[in-house]
């Protein structure tokens, strides 16, 4: 079957601008989450959806940060007055539970450029 | 608080063993992962470790003393497609399973 899908691949906007990032996950994986990955450096947690609840936002930035999940399914993660200091790879990842034996599948992510 | 140390940059040769190390302190420990991320890629599992010992896939294999708050990912037989970034992540457990990821080591593999 298809696996985790990210829209757009790239996004290049303005200080100031709202963005939003899509993640699709793969269909029946229950858990979901979204990291952040700067240049040359590791993934940082951002947040993670049980179903289309959030139970654990603890890893957002800030509050020009947010994420939505609908339907069990599909995840929006909207930036707010985007800063440059934002500009990330952001990769979503989903997995059959929140098991710690359940691996996470990984997005192809979305590079976000703040000018 | 968690963090993970792993050296930043590793080189070897085609045909040969490497081995990167992981050392984590943690509040919590649920188990060890390993992911590989070739350059503008998406990273991907390789192996997960919840008690010690040796945990052998292929040509990669992956090690855990807990007692040691130490683990170490091994791949034989290298070939230049290994060439990649190669994370340790802790498992957060608790609720939600996220994972904590050190700040990965570049693998160079040359001919």
């Known amino acids: 079957g298809a696996g985790v899908s990210q829209s757009p691949s790239n996004k290049v906007t303005e200080k100031g601008k709202d963005v939003e990032l899509r993640c699709d996950p793969i269909s029946g994986h229950t858990a979901l989450y979204w990291y952040r990955q700067s240049l040359g450096q590791g993934l940082e947690f951002l947040i993670y959806?049980?179903?289309?609840?959030?139970?654990?936002k603890s890893g957002l930035p800030s509050d020009r940060f947010s994420a939505e999940r609908t339907g069990g399914s599909v995840s929006t993660l909207t930036i707010q007055r985007t800063q440059q200091e934002d500009s990330a790879v952001y990769l979503c990842?989903?997995?059959?539970?929140?098991?710690?034996?359940?691996?996470?599948?990984f997005g192809p992510g979305t590079r976000l450029t703040v000018l | 608080g968690q963090s993970l140390e792993q050296p930043s940059e590793v080189t070897a040769v085609e045909g040969a063993i490497v081995q990167i190390n992981c050392t984590y302190q943690t509040s919590g420990f649920y188990g060890l992962s390993w992911y590989q991320q070739h350059d503008g890629g998406a990273p991907t599992f390789l192996s997960y470790n919840a008690l010690d010992g040796l945990e052998e896939t292929g040509r990669f294999s992956s090690f855990l003393s807990r007692s040691d708050s130490y683990g170490y990912l091994l791949l034989q037989e290298l070939q230049m497609k290994d060439s990649a970034s190669y994370f340790c992540a802790v498992r957060g457990g608790g609720a939600t399973n996220k994972l904590i990821f050190g700040t990965g080591t570049l693998l160079a593999v040359q001919p």
């Open positions: 990842a989903s997995s059959l539970s929140a098991g710690v034996g359940d691996e996470q599948f």
């Open positions: 959806f049980q179903g289309n609840s959030a139970p654990d």
